[in-house]
């Protein structure tokens, strides 16, 4: 079945670049997400890559999609303590109609 | 918009007692989702509705759960009985046909079954 796999924590200084991995399994995804949590909200959507792209850039955030490995990054340039937060990798299930497939998300602990 | 509305934010029980949490989805969106969400689990999703149908409901952990969506507009988990093992965030997300997957979530409701 579907499953999508990240890290659980990551720790950087301030004026760092973090980069947070996934791994997912279901190639029929059309899109890929990245969400974030900030502590006690609910998860808010951070950008999302079409299947058919290699990249997207999204001022502070580049995310990178290898669809033959199945290996999606997200890149937050020049970190901040506001970027604390988790941050969860998504694949949508069964094409562009489905139900999300959310990994368990990353822990990104900003140090100043 | 204000979002998604969920209600109550924080809900302390004992167990064996009738649980239920709220959703508004946001107006105009035809899917809701109840997702549970745990250190040890992550997010795991419960049941999810369109034009409030429920379409799967594989997720829901036993008959002790159950939901509701008698309109557009409102959304009901109940957990009858609880246990401690219930104890979570429940969060309620929804989104509208045609928008790429983009879920909106509300702010959780807190669960305490002591």
């Known amino acids: 079945g579907e499953d999508v796999e990240q890290s659980l924590f990551l720790s950087v200084r301030e004026g760092d670049s973090s980069v947070i991995n996934c791994t997912y399994t279901?190639?029929?995804?059309?899109?890929l997400y990245w969400y974030k949590q900030e502590p006690g909200a609910g998860l808010q959507l951070l950008t999302y890559?079409?299947?058919?792209?290699d990249m997207k850039q999204d001022q502070r955030l580049t995310v990178l999609l290898n669809k033959k490995d199945k290996h999606l990054s997200l890149r937050i340039a020049d970190t901040q303590t506001g970027d604390s937060a988790i941050y969860f990798c998504?694949?949508?299930?069964?094409?562009?109609?489905?139900?999300?497939?959310f990994g368990k998300g990353t822990k990104l602990s900003v140090k100043p | 918009d204000a979002g998604v509305i969920q209600s109550p934010r924080h809900e302390v029980t004992e167990m064996g007692q009738e649980v239920t949490l709220r959703c508004k989805p946001i107006?105009?969106?035809?899917?809701l989702f109840w997702y549970r969400q745990t250190m040890m689990r992550g997010l795991e999703l419960l049941i999810y509705?369109?034009?409030?149908?429920?379409?799967?409901d594989s997720g829901m952990p036993e008959d002790r759960f159950s939901a509701k969506m008698p309109n557009a507009s409102f959304s009901t988990l109940k957990i009858q009985p609880s246990e401690p093992r219930d104890s979570a965030v429940y969060f309620c997300?929804?989104?509208?046909?045609?928008?790429?997957?983009?879920?909106?979530f509300g702010s959780g409701t807190q669960l305490s079954v002591l």
């Open positions: 997300a929804s989104k509208y046909w045609g928008s790429n997957e983009k879920l909106f």
């Open positions: 279901d190639s029929s995804s059309t899109y």
């Open positions: 890559i079409f299947s058919n792209m």
């Open positions: 998504a694949e949508s299930q069964g094409g562009s109609q489905g139900n999300l497939i």
């Open positions: 107006s105009g969106h035809d899917y």
């Open positions: 509705f369109n034009n409030n149908v429920p379409i799967d």
